[in-house]
């Protein structure tokens, strides 16, 4: 009786995948965009990943093994994989200690007080960012200077702050454009920002080697991506002196780091195409939204959070079509 033999109804989907192999694939994806990160700010990049995901894999480990007295699961690589995407959302100036609250607060609260991984609801590396850059303002908005940049240059404003600035003074776009980057400088990632904003180009080419491997699907990306462009089109149009051109909010910001690697997260994203499509064009508009009209000159953490948070009501009312119904 303690062998039971459990039969589920078909179909039966069979597949080699494990967890394990999913997150490496994703930190795979990772790597191009890691290595430039390295040439661009150097052993601080270095310092700022090993520390997240040192510190992310620690405290799943200690809840698991004293708090929740249960099989530590460290090794699927999950962990690894939430302190790689923390570290690509902060400066690579940002202090050790509150990396290691940001990844305690990515482990312990987004993760594993809801069960651990699968369970949930929200991205656990973007509410670890959130939360430093609502603890930490200063520290997490104060950007180092790029190798490229002039030697005694120590911070430097990123092309949505210099953009969020300009915006705020009132000043037209002529005025402020000369400082701003080319979409050149934006697609190869000769600029500053955080680990993960700084080269569309390699995260991109990650991104297609997930779209290969089936790690994710065209549908978030895309749709994230498409709504933005369309919503800075239209303003463009409108008024193009006071606006960007829909292109330059694609290549700046974490606008692909999110679209490609955070939205579309297995747990926290919807499960049916047309439910992902949904889901995705609300990133874009909530994203717009803020870079526009709020007071954050980056605003694709808040929207993919925001509609992680209608992911469950996306999956109740878009439902799959049954096995063999019409």
Known sequence: MNKLLTISPSPHLHTDDTVRKIMFRVMLALLPALLWSLFVFGLDALRVTLIAMAACVGFEYLIQRFILKVAPTITDGSAALTGLLLAFNVPASVPWWMLVLGSLFAIGVAKMSFGGLGNNIFNPALVGRVFMLISFPVAMTSWPATRQAATDAIT??????????????GKPLSQFMDVL???GDLFL??????????????????????LFRKVITWHIPVSILVTMFIFAGIFRMINPGNYMDPLFHILTGGA???AVYMATDMVSS?????????????????????RMFGAYPEGVSFAILIMNGFTPLLNY???PRRFGGK
Not at 156 to 169: N, V, W
Not at 189 to 210: D, H, K, M, P, T
Request: one cysteine or more.
């Open 156 to 169: 430097a404003a990123t092309p949505l702050g210099i953009l969020k600035e300009g915006m705020k003074t």
């Open 189 to 210: 990632g000769n600029v500053g920002g955080s680990l993960g904003e700084i080269s569309a180009f390699l995260l991109l080419i990650g991104g297609l080697y997930l």
């Open 270 to 290: 919807p499960m049916t195409p047309k439910a992902q499509l949904i889901y995705g064009a609300g990133i874009g508009v909530i994203t717009m939204c803020i």
């Open 181 to 183: 980057p080319g979409n």
């Open 317 to 319: 009312t878009i439902k």
């Open 256 to 258: 692909i780091l999110g």
